[in-house]
């Protein structure tokens, strides 16, 4: 079965700094993997995904996501940490011809001014 | 492009009362989802639609929940009668035609409701 894990509830950085929004998947064969951001009040926004090629994906907002085959991993990144950036981030797997999508628990990012 | 709509946007309730939700999605997708959001969880699938009939609903409880999406377009989710777990955001998702945006699904701003 398709799972993503989200190991971190809350993520909390100063702004200016790098911040990392962990996830990592278990899948049967190829991975596709997204990340999803919500905004309080508001539904989710797509951001980025991975299908195949480079391991490194760039998305919307200036954030990228590192696809780690070995380690499983699939951990959102970005270089310099904006208070708009504070949010819920939701990492998540296509399953069943990929007409559907199994999200995680989600991971709380706060950055602090 | 609009997005996916949805009202209303926060509803309140009290327990076995009944309620409705609208969602209208993305025009040209054929796809559409309804997912209940609870506090703290990642949105879980109810429901899924393929134009006017359904894909898949076998998380949805049958037994006070229902669905439908008569021509194609726009859909309503009923709650009948209400439980207080059923407090939660409820988000619709539409998707366009395979081939285009690999998977990709656009959310709706998501209806908040509260049962007392």
């Known amino acids: 079965a398709q799972s993503v894990a989200q190991p971190e509830d809350q993520v909390n950085v100063a702004e200016g700094n790098p911040l990392t929004v962990k996830c990592t998947y278990s899948?049967?064969?190829?991975?596709?993997l997204f990340w999803y951001v919500q905004y309080p009040n508001r539904g989710l926004q797509f951001l980025l995904k991975?299908?195949?090629?480079?391991?490194l994906v760039k998305g919307s907002y200036g954030f990228e996501a590192e696809f780690n085959k070995s380690q499983t991993s699939f951990h959102l990144k970005k270089p310099s940490a904006l208070v708009s950036d504070s949010a819920l981030y939701f990492c998540?797997?296509?399953?069943?011809?990929?007409?559907?999508?199994?999200f995680g628990s989600g991971t709380r990012l706060s950055i602090r001014p | 492009e609009a997005g996916v709509a949805q009202s209303p946007r926060y509803k309140i309730i009290e327990k076995r009362q009944s309620v409705a939700f609208w969602c209208n999605p993305i025009s040209g997708h054929a796809t559409l989802y309804w997912y209940q959001q609870i506090l703290g969880q990642g949105p879980k699938l109810l429901i899924q639609?393929?134009?006017?009939?359904?894909?898949?609903d076998s998380q949805l409880p049958k037994d006070r929940f229902s669905a439908e999406r008569l021509k194609g377009v726009d859909s309503t989710l009923k709650i009948q009668p209400a439980k207080l777990e059923d407090s939660a955001v409820y988000l619709c998702a539409s998707r366009p035609p395979s081939g285009q945006s690999y998977n990709e699904q656009f959310f709706g701003p998501g209806t908040r409701l509260t049962v007392l």
């Open positions: 998540a797997v296509p399953y069943s011809s990929a007409s559907k999508i199994i």
């Open positions: 899948v049967s064969g190829n991975p596709y």
């Open positions: 991975y299908i195949t090629g480079d391991n």
């Open positions: 639609f393929q134009n006017n009939g359904v894909v898949d």
